[in-house]
């Protein structure tokens, strides 16, 4: 059993912790080299949480209340296209964030989040509408000493871009995270270009699901995610 706390600088909605983020500390726990991670409950900021090891289901609880659950998984997804550096950036001026947000201080994907202080990752669609994109601009505060990202900052950015996909491709909606699940391929490097996409993967009734991804401005792929994404009655975070 071990404690973590989720610092608010890693916040989602202003009072709870970026899903993503979330994802990638629980996940950092376990053994797996591809993990599923279930959230149940918003996560807590700066309050001590606890990550406990159930028969190898990983989980993490604030006092009584579980918040997250992850367990061995695999992802068997293909990627529909890989942005160039220019078609990413291209991507990049659609993004509808810029003009209405419902959460404007997100550590992923929120505009009014200072450089080197959130990920700013604004995916905008294609022309084709097959896919969003956006460069991944990083900073020195992402890596740790050895100069690889921080696992929980890989997970943090196959979150947002999935939801964008899911609104640009298909319809726009009010939506939580549900299910996130990811393999980092490989390390990534502070030296690499990166770029990050997502794509809508289909809707079953209150459920949206999308893929999402971290290349090289090469093309090499880096991470990969599969995302499910609950619909919900706005006024529950307005």
């Not at 279930?38 to 918040?67: H, M």
């Not at 998984?73 to 296209?81: C, E, L, Q, R, Y």
């Amino acid at each position: 059993m071990e404690s973590v706390i989720i610092n608010s600088k890693y916040n989602g909605p202003p009072n709870s912790g970026n899903g993503g983020y979330v994802c990638g500390l629980l996940a950092n726990s376990t053994p797996y080299d591809t993990i599923e991670v279930k959230l149940i409950a918003p996560p807590p900021l700066d309050t001590e949480v606890i990550i406990k090891n159930v028969d190898g289901r990983y989980e993490l609880w604030d006092a009584n209340n579980l918040i997250a659950s992850a367990i061995r998984s695999d992802i068997d997804i293909s990627v529909p296209v890989i942005p160039s550096m220019a078609d990413a950036i291209l991507c990049e001026t659609r993004y509808p964030g810029f003009d209405r947000h419902i959460f404007p201080h997100c550590f992923v994907c929120g505009p009014q989040r200072m450089e080197e202080d959130g990920l700013r990752l604004f995916t905008g669609v294609s022309g084709s509408k097959d896919y969003v994109a956006a460069p991944f601009r990083t900073f020195r505060g992402l890596y740790d000493q050895h100069g690889h990202m921080y696992p929980e900052i890989i997970w943090s950015a196959l979150d947002c871009p999935g939801a964008y996909a899911i609104t640009q491709i298909s319809e726009e909606k009010m939506m939580v995270l549900g299910k996130l699940k990811a393999k980092i391929v490989e390390p990534i490097k502070r030296e690499e270009r990166l770029i990050v996409s997502g794509w809508y993967m289909g809707t079953d009734k209150r459920k949206n699901y999308a893929g999402t991804a971290i290349f090289t401005s090469d093309g090499k792929l880096k991470a990969i995610g599969h995302s499910v994404w609950i619909e919900i009655d706005p006024d529950r975070f307005i």
